[in-house]
C-alpha cells in the first residue's frame, strides 16, 4: 500500500491512529501535517483539532487545550466569522462541530485544575448542543465549586436528553437532589406504578 500524500489521506490516517488510540503516533504525524499543511484555515483547523486529539490522549494537557484555541479560530476564520473581541473560550460556538472542540477544550482546563476556564467553556456551547457529557460534566464542576442549584440544573438537564445518564442521578444525589427522572422509573426500566 503507498503511503498517503494529500493532506485529506493524512488526515484519514491520523483519525486512524487516534481511534485505535495509537496518540504518540498520532502526534508524531500531526506535528508534521502541521508543518505541511497550507495556512487554509479549514484543513490547518482541522489538522490542528486532531492533533490536539493526539496530545489530550498522551497527557499533554496544556499544549491540547492551545490547539483545541487554535482549530476553534481557525474554523471561525474558513467560515467568514469576523467577530469583534476575539475566538477565546467564552464566544458562544458557532455549531455543533465547534461545541464538540469546545467541549473537549474544556475537559483540558479541567484536567489542568482551570476550573472556572472550563465552565466557562461548558457554558459557551448553546444549549442545543450541550451533550449530557457536557452537562454532566458542568454540573460536577459546579457542585466542586459550591454552585448548587445550578448543579441541578445542569445534571436535571442531562437526564432529560439521556434518562438512563447514572452519572447525574449519582450527583443529583450527592446534592440532597431527588432526580425526577429516576423517580418516575422502576428497577425494571418501565414507569412506576401510580
Not at 58 to 77: C, D, L, P, T, W
Not at 138 to 153: D, E, I, P
Not at 169 to 179: D, F, M, V, Y
Amino acid at each position: 500500500m503507498a503511503a498517503p500524500n494529500s493532506t485529506p489521506e493524512l488526515l484519514e490516517q491520523m483519525r486512524g491512529l487516534l481511534d485505535g488510540e495509537l496518540y504518540e503516533s498520532a502526534a508524531i504525524l500531526g506535528s508534521l501535517l502541521l508543518a505541511r499543511t497550507s495556512d487554509e484555515a479549514a484543513e490547518r483547523g482541522a489538522a490542528q483539532a486532531l492533533y490536539a486529539d493526539a496530545l489530550f490522549g498522551k497527557g499533554e494537557h496544556k499544549r491540547a487545550r492551545a490547539h483545541y484555541r487554535q482549530a476553534i479560530s481557525r474554523r471561525r476564520v474558513a467560515q467568514g466569522d469576523t467577530r469583534e473581541g476575539g475566538y477565546g473560550v467564552a464566544a458562544a460556538a458557532e455549531d455543533e462541530e465547534e461545541a464538540r472542540l469546545q467541549l473537549r477544550e474544556a475537559r483540558c482546563c479541567a484536567a489542568l485544575d482551570e476550573v472556572g476556564a472550563a465552565i466557562t467553556a461548558l457554558e459557551a456551547i448553546p444549549q442545543q448542543w450541550r451533550t449530557p457529557r457536557a452537562l454532566v460534566m458542568l454540573g460536577r464542576l459546579y457542585k466542586n465549586t459550591g454552585l448548587k442549584r445550578n448543579a441541578v440544573h445542569a445534571l436535571e438537564a442531562a437526564l432529560a436528553a439521556e434518562p438512563l445518564c447514572l452519572e447525574a442521578i449519582e450527583l443529583l444525589a450527592q446534592l440532597g437532589a431527588a432526580p425526577a427522572a429516576a423517580m418516575a422509573m422502576d428497577v425494571d426500566g418501565g414507569a412506576a406504578a401510580a
